[in-house]
């Protein structure tokens, strides 16, 4: 506990250092924070905002626009909703909140603890609000937004004053055509901040996905692969989508990552070009074996294989 309290408080001494050096003297504080703090923290300057600008009311969607922009994302919010509750019930009492946001950082949904949900309304951290950096400084939400990856962001690390006291962690959620289309996060009190709050958001922005993906190609057949036959079922497994002649109609990010491929470099191809395999013949062991798992080899690689998804009604074993 002791080595975690130290290292907090050298880390608070940093920031106050590189808060000084960047608002009071106009200096770069390389070194003192991460670089993709130091990015963001530009790009709000240039933005025009200062560590005490103020929300501005008219930012904040009525219950109207709310609602039309909830059925405008219902595929996200119907997918994503239940994700939310399942990692609330994991921190619930930690006083935190879990977000969902779309790709402008209009925040859909949430669901959390009442005492921390009533000092996030102080700074609209709330259903209607929009946490775009260009609003609302440097922030979990739209940081990761911004660079499209996995963002932490403690304490005075926001640019904002006013959000000194959140720590939130944030993962971009992308659709099954690879395009971003939201953010789920994980606010709380800087001071109940905990070290696995990142992973799990990461790991829970990847069951989204799966979900999203599923979804949209309920009606296909969906090969699901991984170098590791535990891991498949498991957020980190790669997922295609194929129509019953095997052309490859989706690829998630997993897959691409990895097959070591572009999606350029799959979708639209047939299913033997990428994976070095019939497919006719991996359908046949599937009506064989329902949910089996299936060893194949892709050049010197070997990956272990999963059918799922709307089979074809007959054998395709003729395309």
């Not at 963001?40 to 933005?47: G, I, K, L, T, V």
């Not at 059918?307 to 074809?312: A, D, E, S, W």
């Amino acid at each position: 506990m002791g080595r975690i309290q130290l290292a907090a408080d050298i880390h608070g001494q940093q920031l106050l250092e590189a808060r000084q050096l960047f608002f009071d003297r106009g200096d770069r504080p390389e070194g003192l924070i991460e670089p993709v703090i130091l990015r963001s923290w530009e790009r709000c300057q240039r933005f025009g905002l200062t560590e005490n600008s103020e929300v501005i009311s008219s930012d904040f969607l009525d219950r109207f626009a709310l609602r039309t922009e909830q059925n405008r994302n219902r595929l996200l919010l119907n997918q994503g909703r239940p994700i939310m509750e399942h990692v609330f019930e994991q921190i619930r009492e930690s006083g935190s909140m879990v977000i969902l946001a779309v790709a402008n950082g209009l925040l859909l949904d949430t669901v959390g603890d009442p005492d921390f949900v009533d000092r996030a309304d102080r700074v609209a951290l709330t259903a209607g609000a929009s946490w775009d950096e260009n609003q609302r400084g440097t922030n979990a939400i739209g940081t990761a937004l911004v660079e499209e990856m996995a963002t932490e962001i403690l304490g005075a690390e926001h640019f904002l004053s006013s959000n000194g006291f959140l720590t939130c962690c944030a993962c971009p959620i992308f659709g099954p055509d690879g395009k971003l289309v939201g953010v789920l996060d994980i606010s709380g009190d800087y001071r109940s901040y905990q070290s696995h709050t990142l992973g799990l958001v990461r790991m829970s922005s990847k069951f989204v996905e799966r979900r999203l993906f599923e979804a949209e190609h309920a009606h296909d057949i969906l090969i699901c692969f991984h170098e590791r036959a535990d891991f498949i079922g498991g957020p980190t497994e790669g997922i295609v989508a194929a129509s019953p002649d095997g052309q490859l109609l989706a690829v998630n990010q997993n897959a691409l990552k990895l097959l070591g491929i572009r999606r350029v470099d799959a979708v639209r191809r047939d299913f033997s070009m990428v994976f070095e395999n019939n497919l006719a013949k991996l359908i046949d062991q599937a009506r064989r074996s329902p949910f089996g798992i299936h060893e194949i080899k892709i050049g010197k690689r070997s990956f272990f294989l999963q059918i799922r998804g709307q089979l074809p009604t007959q054998s395709i074993s003729g395309y």
